[in-house]
């Protein structure tokens, strides 16, 4: 035995001295806390866990959205300097991550693609079954939410309707008279007809299309939800005109869309992609489906705010309504983009329930926003859903800040311009973004860099990008002095994004760009090239064509389209890609459902005339979902603001 040749220890009883039981021991205990301790790496569904570790309020979760956490504590999460960039902003989890997943995610997928192509069949039946089940199941779900939070649902579609200061497709659904622009319209409609036919005979009921293995993916994002891409996709079908595409997309809602799924959601990716999805197509259509459907998901969202603060959890539960932080926030936090990103939604929720809750959430944490201390007149990304505490001081226009900040002065617009207090926020925080973010490159372009505690980082991500479409649909109420200081600075930021893309070799703009190290709008880092059918640029560009008219915006639209056409459009579907400054790409595998709803319906957008969802009357959720200016005087009163001149 290898202890009795130690040297100059005696032994004693059994055969082993005092020292070696010592180590015996030693070893014996660590082996025992390695068992244990690897409990907690078991996939949720293993039995053992389960008797083990029941789950609690504090458990940090790690399912991911298609930026997998996983990765991330992989590469240690408990390091503050690896989650940098690391959660996309505008709250969709990771930029980075999302680079840093996609090897676990090839495997994890490769084993569900699997899965899903082998077990078809059986998906299918258990699609079907959900399809019978889903409608009269949801019914009794809306009956016990009579008792809950949704109490009347008798909102005046037709009043609402009269309280819109235009028609909503506009004279002629927006078709623009010169006939480049109606060409180049009907490129983009082709687009959007090629990836949802894909989607649908590839990938239908998923989450995703899968192009090149010509598949579904299902993800973690949405708690067991499905078919993302047709809510996505239902109001762009529907503006666009696709009527047979809209009215299958419509179908599968009604029959298939089963919302008593028991999975773990992001809070922030539901509420944009399916409550906002559904918000705006009830909006636009009637169909009283779309209402029931949004109110029941709606209630479903309500316990992730049971938090001391009232601060809800990144993580939801859908079926047990438990929530969590993500696992790799710092500290148990809950992330500014995530909780800041619910406003809209939210609001339009106690809108058509008459039930003030969502509201009353929404604007607790308004309330502890306001209140609370900002170094420098900041808004840092990370607070605590406990103590109501910053936990770190990092602030981004980008990933984890971004469009905390878009649904501020949103807000205010969607409230007809009466809600004073998001007013002041948004132009205070503009402010502050102003004095410490915003910086000129050497060769004279404006970006905002990240700060951390009072260094700034000079990178820039596409998902900042979104904030030159932010700036400009603020300008005019602000400070008069400031109006054209705004339009500038709108117009110089969109700059520099497309200068981000024009370049690249693709024409497409990387994950990140830099302005250091001798780079200007370039990415440094191999981990940063990559392209995911993002709208952030293209957005900016219909913002500022809608403000401005300069023509630049459809052109640069245009050459995103051409881009797009070249380098992501593939046999089966759009497909993002890995290298934007590659010769010769390498795809992704993944046609991302905000492809469908923002990237698509911006660029369709671009080349309409401006009455098609004129700006007056809707604002556009973080996944371009419209959702209608709220005109409560009109909606209580007698209303009708409606000039007659419809197309409807
Ligand atoms: C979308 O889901 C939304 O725009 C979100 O706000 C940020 N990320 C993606 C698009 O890049």
Known sequence: MVFRKLPGVSASGMGLRLSQKFVFLLFLSGLVTLCFGALFFLPDSVRLKRIFLSKTESQPVTVGSENDVREHLKKGAKDPEHLRGITSAKGETSTKLKALSRKSSVTNEAKTDKKVAGGEALEDMMLSRSKTD?????????????????????????????????PHLGIEHGKPSDPQTLQRREKVKEMMKFAWDNYKSFAWGRNEL???????????????????????????????????????AKEWVETSLDLNSNGEASLFEVNIRYVGGLLSAYYLTGE?????????????????????????????????GTSWSWGWASAGSSILAEFGTLHLEFVHLSELSNNGIYTEKVMNIRKLLNKIEKPHGLYPNFLSPVSGNWVQHHVSIGGLGDSFYEYLIKSYLMSDKTDEEAKKM?????????????????????????????????????????????????????????????????????????????????????????FDGGAEATATRLSDRYYILRPEVIESYMYMWRLTHDPKYREWGWEAVEALEQHCRVEAGFSGIRDVYAQTVSHDNMQQSFFLSETLKYLYLLFSDDDLLPLEDWVFNTEAHPLPVVRKSCLQGEGGTHDKTTSE
Not at 137 to 166: H, I, M, P, R
Not at 446 to 471: N, P, Q
């Open 134 to 166: 889903s409608a009269s199941k949801d019914e009794k779900v809306t009956s016990s939410s009579n008792q809950g939070a949704n109490t009347d649902t008798s909102f005046d579609y037709n009043k609402f309707q009269k309280c819109l200061l235009k």
């Open 210 to 248: 899968r192009p090149l293995t010509r598949n579904g993916h299902i993800g973690n994002m949405f708690g067991g939800l499905r078919g993302a891409s047709i809510v996505d996709s239902l109001d762009t079908l529907y503006i666009m005109g696709l009527m047979d595409e809209y009215n299958d």
């Open 288 to 320: 009283e489906m779309f209402k029931r459907k949004v109110m029941v998901l709606g209630e479903k969202l309500l316990p992730a705010f049971n938090t001391p603060t009232g601060i809800p959890r990144g993580v939801i539960n859908l079926g047990s």
């Open 426 to 514: 948004y132009y205070s925080a503009l402010e502050a973004i102003e004095a410490n973010l915003v910086q000129k490159s050497p060769g004279g372009l404006t970006y905002m860099a990240e700060w951390r505690g009072g260094i700034l980082d000079h990178k820039m991500g596409h998902l900042a990008c979104f904030s030159g479409g932010m700036v400009v649909i603020g300008a005019d109420d602000g400070a008069p002095e400031k109006r054209q200081h705004y339009l500038d600075l709108a117009a110089e930021i969109t700059h520099t994004c497309h200068e981000s893309y024009s370049r690249s070799a693709t024409k497409l703009g990387p994950e990140a760009f830099r």
